[in-house]
């Protein structure tokens, strides 16, 4: 621990230290979504509400599966099937946030960068739920049906980290030249 505080004291806002450490905290979150992305299905496979009307077109069961499903009903994908996805996601990139904020970027946020963040991160999220959806029902009928959650989880990540990163470094924790933090 003591070289990791080293290195921070002496790299703390250069890019590539920053990137390593978002990495670490990125890890943590990884840890903390697969936990949940495995766990949550136990509390909401049995949801059998119909997704509303404005979801259906990202959730196409015709899409998601190859032939029958729990998680459709009246053809149309239920709460049961996105929620552990979505939540998964949502929880473990705020504490991401967070974290981030305090430990890879030493910055303070604001309530309006924080609310652009819950913007693009549901947009993200969406998008990252739909492609965990995808990827696991690929993988439901091959050998890698036990992993496909897991799987699909960490392609989201990278694609997280591909979109929070530069989100998180060049526009919510930015520093200005003057060394003030632009928060948000």
Known sequence: MELF????A????????????????????????????NVLP??????T?????FLRPVFNPDTLFDGPSRYVTDGVVTWGYVLPFFLSNFLANIYGYFMNMK???RGSGSRAGLAAYLV?????????????GYVTAKLAVTSLAPLGRTLAAMLAGLVQVAVLFPLEKFVL????????????
């Open 49 to 53: 509400e119909p997704l509303p009307a």
């Open 5 to 8: 505080r080293k290195l921070d």
């Open 42 to 47: 136990l509390v909401f496979d049995g949801v």
């Open 10 to 37: 002496r790299y703390g806002d250069h890019a590539l230290w920053q990137f390593v450490k978002f990495n670490l905290v990125s890890f943590s979150i990884t840890l903390l979504q697969l936990f949940l992305a």
């Open 120 to 132: 693009i991160l549901t947009a993200l999220i969406l998008f990252s739920t739909w492609l965990q």
């Open 103 to 105: 430990a890879t970027f």
């Open 173 to 184: 924790f930015r520093k200005r030249e003057d060394g003030e933090e632009n928060n948000g």
